[in-house]
Every structure is written in C-alpha cells, then in structure tokens.
C-alpha cells in the first residue's frame, strides 16, 4: 500500500507568484513546512502592522498585507517578521540588489537551520534567492533537494541585457557587470547542490544546458494559470479602437523601447497603446511617448485583470525571462498575445498568438496591423489561449513538482517517498 508523506519544506523568497508552489503542495497532500520572513495570517502581529500602514497611506503596508494565502494551513507556516523588517533596514547598504540578496539568502538559511527541518524529507528552493549551504547541508542530512529556475541563467540574463545596452545606449542607468558574475556564482553553486532543477519553460532549459548543466536533472513543470482572479471576458461586441496593452516593468529587459517606436510609429485613431507598470528608464524619456501611450504607472496586483479586461490584444516583447505569469494572466482573459520565446511563453505560434524575435520591429508591426483588420482572428486565438491555458491547473503543478522529487535517488531506497494524496 502506497503511504502519503506530507514531508517538502518550501523556503519562501517574499510571496513568489502569490505563493504557488506551498497551494500546490498542499493540495499534494507533501507540504511539511513553509519559511516565509513576512506572512500576514489574520490575527497576527504582521497582519495588524501591514493595515495598520496600509491606514496610515504607506504603499509597502498594501504589499505587506497581501502575503497570506488562506489556502495554506496555519500549521504549516513559519515566519520571521524580525528578519523581514532586518532586512528593509540593511537593503539599504547594499549598492545593488544582487549583493542584499546573498545577505538575505544566508541569513534566511540560519534562520531556517535554527528552526529545523523537523520531519522534513525534501527541500524545495528558489534558485538565486535559497543559499547553496543550506542546500548542501539538506543533502547531507539526507533530504532530497529540489531547486527552480525562475529566469534563464545570469549568463544568457547578461547577454541579453548587453545586447540592450549596445541598441538603447542611454535609456536605463547601466548596471555594473559584477552583479552578473556574483549571480553567476550562486546559479552555479546551488545547481551543484540540488538533486534537480525544475524550469519553468524550455526557453530556461535550453539556457541551463548552455551554461553545462545535465539537461538529465531537469524538469520542464509550467506555472499554473491564475483563473480566479482572471476570468475569459467577452470581446466580441466591442466597436472600439483596438487596445494594443503591456503589463509589467518598463525596462530595457522587457523590451520596452521597441514596444514604445512601434506604438509611435503606429499611433493612430485605429490603434490605442496602453503601459501598466513602473518606469525604470532614465527620466524624461517616457515623456516622448505621452502623446502615443497610455501610461498608468505601476498598480496593485488586484488591479491587473481589470486592466487586462480593457485590452484586445497583449504585447510583451520581452528580451528575457522564465515564464512571464502575466503572459497566462492574459490568455486567461481571452487575449491573444504576441510576444517573444524569450518570454518562456506557452504561446503556439499561429494557434492563439504570434511569436517573433526580441528585435524583430518589422515583424511585430505586422501582426499588430494583421490584428487590426482582422477583428475576428484575434477573438478567434483569444478564445483558443483561454481554453488552453485552463490546462494550466495547479493541481498539475504541484503534480509536475511532486514528480521532480519523485525522480531524485531515494536516500531511504523507499520508491513511494513522495507519494501525493
């Protein structure tokens, strides 16, 4: 008789697409333990001080209150709020993220090692953002330990970015190239010490095999589409201008300087172009675009479906990524897209979006304008990107996870190690 070991502990970096990977773990029945810093349950001392800001007007409070999830049992959670408040203070003494992040990884992991794996018998980590250590230190004790990639390797990251640079020299503040080498070191001793990588497209394995790792350790587990908080909307009796929109942050890595020529060199009666998202290139130059753009600024994440509800078609031009989730986000409204394999889409060319490379302006413009005369082709693969993407069920990603355990080497030789309900 196969026995059901509810025995993954999950190390949380802040709430990661609102905390997927603990919802689909639970449903699994193989969620032990979850570590997150900051966690609002209701009633606790973190759920008062968020709204207590959130009152007060303070933006972070929002954010704060909105790490809670009610599909995670309350006895599954550990959290550190000291640590979560530590590490706003020290963020500030770091002079790029990349640095805060090897802090907050280590100190995360002492807290995690003070507290215990208890019964734990797998450990499930961001790659980037869980410590290589405590990696290393969950396989000496004999866990098994599962990393995910969330973004194509630093070195693919940073070839992206420099081809960025050379075509859109002056839009973002240049980064230095040591921020690229310190992720580079941490990619690389994490993957040293996980017994598998699970990725969230194959535009992410294919960067993991470039960078040398075995392409035998890892496990293609796409996101699961968020339904309940984007729902198909019906588009077929609009008689509007066509809505061409983008959500996310407007930087070079999304490609946005090409998402903003084509709108200028598109403006038009026929054509509205709408940005949802923080700036992040120099200023001044958004400002160019006014006259051609829409631009909401950056909105809360509650906000988004109803921005995706007023597009009729979704552009995402992205240079790198691993699996954007607004990308499912839109499909799930009913939009088609038009993005690039960069995005580690699940888009199917010609099914119910269109594909194009990152610097392929001509191309994109095409389609757009194929969209704007051809109102039914893009209800058409809106409709298709709806009922594919509904194949995107969490209970599929936690499966896809489960599975990943399922394939490490047995420290116990006990084959139903991680067996789900």
């Known amino acids: 008789m196969e026995r059901v070991l509810n025995r993954i502990a999950l190390v949380m970096d802040g709430s990661r697409r609102h905390y997927d990977v603990a919802e689909a773990l639970e449903r699994q029945g193989c969620l032990d333990r979850m570590f ?102 969950a396989r000496s004790q004999g866990l098994h330990v599962v990393g995910e990639q969330m973004i194509a390797p ?139 753009v829409q631009f909401t600024g950056a909105i809360p994440r509650s906000e988004v479906a109803t921005m995706l509800s007023s597009f009729d078609v979704f552009f995402f031009p992205s240079t790198c990524e691993g699996s954007a989730g607004v990308v499912l986000e839109a499909m799930a409204t009913g939009l088609p897209v038009l993005t690039t394999p960069n995005s580690g889409t699940s888009v199917t060319e010609g099914v119910d979006g269109f594909l194009c490379a990152s610097d392929n302006v001509d191309g994109f413009v095409e389609r757009i304008e194929q969209f704007s005369r051809d109102r039914n082709l893009r209800l058409e693969l809106g409709r298709v990107a709806a009922s594919n993407v509904r194949e995107l069920t969490l209970d599929r990603y936690g499966e896809g996870i489960v599975g990943a355990f399922n394939k490490c080497q047995s420290a116990f030789d006990d084959p139903t190690l991680f067996v789900s309900n």
Not at 92 to 104: G, M
């Open 154 to 292: 630093a070195g693919i990251e940073r070839r992206e970015y420099e081809a960025q640079q050379a075509k859109w020299p002056g839009w973002e503040q240049r980064s230095s190239t040591s921020s690229f080498n310190l992720v580079t070191e941490i990619e690389e001793a994490t993957w040293e010490n996980v017994d598998r990588i699970v990725a969230p497209s194959q535009y992410v394995i294919d960067g993991l095999t470039k960078q040398g790792v075995d392409s035998t350790r890892i496990e293609l587990v796409p996101y699961p589409a968020d339904f309940d908080s984007h729902s198909f909307v019906d588009r077929s009796l609009r008689k509007k201008q066509m809505t061409v929109g983008f959500v996310g942050h407007i930087n070079l890595r999304k490609n946005a300087p090409v998402f903003l020529e084509i709108a200028k060199r598109m403006h038009s009666r026929e054509i509205k172009f709408v940005m949802v998202g923080k700036n992040q290139l120099n200023e001044g130059l958004i400002e160019r675009y006014s006259d051609c």
């Open 36 to 137: 997150a810093d900051w966690y609002a349950l209701p009633g606790s001392m973190q759920h008062y001080a968020a709204n207590f800001l959130r009152f007060l007007g303070v933006t972070v409070g929002k954010r704060m209150s909105e790490r809670y999830s009610p599909h995670i049992s309350i006895d599954r959670i550990k959290s550190n709020p000291w640590l979560a408040l530590e590490s706003q203070f020290i963020k500030r003494k770091y002079r790029v993220p990349e640095e805060f992040w090897k802090w907050s990884s280590k100190k995360t992991a002492d807290w995690v090692v003070h507290e215990g794996l208890g019964p734990a018998n797998g450990l499930y980590g961001y790659i980037r953002n869980i410590d290589p250590g405590l990696c290393r230190l």
